[in-house]
C-alpha cells in the first residue's frame, strides 16, 4: 500500500502565492516511473485536473492555471510540489495528490485552500 499525505494549503488573500506538498510512503518499488498529480473540487462542482507530472518530467497544466502555478517533483524525498502564485478566487478548493503506479492508482486525503477576494 501507498499512503499520499497533502500538506501546505490554508486561507490566503488573491494575489498571493502558496505551496502545496505531498509525499509519499508505503510500497514504494520506483518513484522515478511514478506520475504524479494535483486535482481541485470547489464546492458543488466535480472533481478537476489541475496539473500532472510524468515519470520522466513531462508536465501538462490547466487551462484555467498555465502560467500561475508550477508541478516538481522531489524523488529522493518521495515527494511532489504545486507551487501556486497569484492566486484567484476561482482556485478555492480541496486538493488532492494523485500519484500512479504499476500498482495502482493512489489518493491523498486532501488539503484546503480559500482564496478571498
Known amino acids: 500500500q501507498v499512503q499520499l499525505v497533502e500538506s501546505g494549503g490554508g486561507l490566503v488573500q488573491a494575489g498571493e502565492t502558496l505551496r502545496l506538498s505531498c509525499t509519499a510512503s508505503?510500497?514504494?518499488?520506483?518513484?522515478?516511473?511514478?506520475?504524479w498529480g494535483w486535482y481541485r473540487q470547489a464546492p458543488g462542482k466535480q472533481r478537476e485536473l489541475v496539473a500532472r507530472i510524468s515519470g520522466g518530467g513531462y508536465t501538462i497544466y490547466a487551462d484555467s492555471v498555465k502560467g500561475r502555478f508550477t508541478i516538481s517533483r522531489d524523488n529522493a524525498k518521495n515527494t511532489v510540489y504545486l507551487q501556486m502564485n497569484s492566486l484567484k478566487a476561482e482556485d478555492t478548493g480541496v486538493y488532492y495528490c494523485?500519484?500512479?503506479?504499476?500498482?495502482?492508482?493512489?489518493w491523498g486525503q486532501g488539503t484546503q485552500v480559500t482564496v478571498s477576494s
Open positions: 508505503g510500497s514504494i518499488f520506483s518513484i522515478n516511473t511514478m506520475g
Open positions: 494523485y500519484a500512479t503506479m504499476m500498482a495502482g492508482d493512489y
